[in-house]
Nanobody
Framework: VQLQASGGGLVQAGDSLRVSCAAS??????????MAWFRQAPGKEREFVSA?????????YADSVKGRFTISRDRAKKNTVYLQMNSLAPNDTAVYYC????????????WGQGTQVTVSS
């Protein structure tokens, strides 16, 4: 499975940005995968941001982004998710990674290359 993330960039504090991720290959043409976003800031460990579990339409968010970020799926494109990020702050600066897993797996085992999001104050 290949993941292609896009949409990162440089914005100012308070601005909004949307990043996208599309999964292809493997069994993505047959199944909708669970998809998630993680991020890693300089000098810090990678942390969970948000996830969209296809079965049950379950969405989850880290406390740090709850109310500001929204994950959604593209109804027309299988295995494509978006992360709408509003009210961005400098501490949201990180490389954002998209991850995917089949519903039959416990852990995310497919990772994208990451997209840089930089928020200036």
């Amino acid at each position: 499975v290949q993941l292609q993330a896009s949409g990162g960039g440089l914005v100012q504090a308070g601005d909004s940005l949307r990043v996208s991720c599309a999964a292809s290959g493997g069994t993505t043409n047959k199944y909708e995968y669970d998809m998630a976003w993680f991020r890693q800031a300089p000098g810090k460990e990678r942390e969970f941001v948000s996830a969209s579990l296809y079965r049950g339409n379950i969405k989850s968010y880290a406390d740090s982004v709850k109310g500001r970020f929204t994950i959604s799926r593209d109804r027309a494109k299988k295995n494509t998710v978006y992360l709408q990020m509003n009210s961005l702050a400098p501490n949201d600066t990180a490389v954002y990674y998209c991850a995917a897993k089949g519903f039959w797996r416990d852990n995310y085992d497919n990772w994208g290359q990451g997209t840089q999001v930089t928020v200036s104050s």
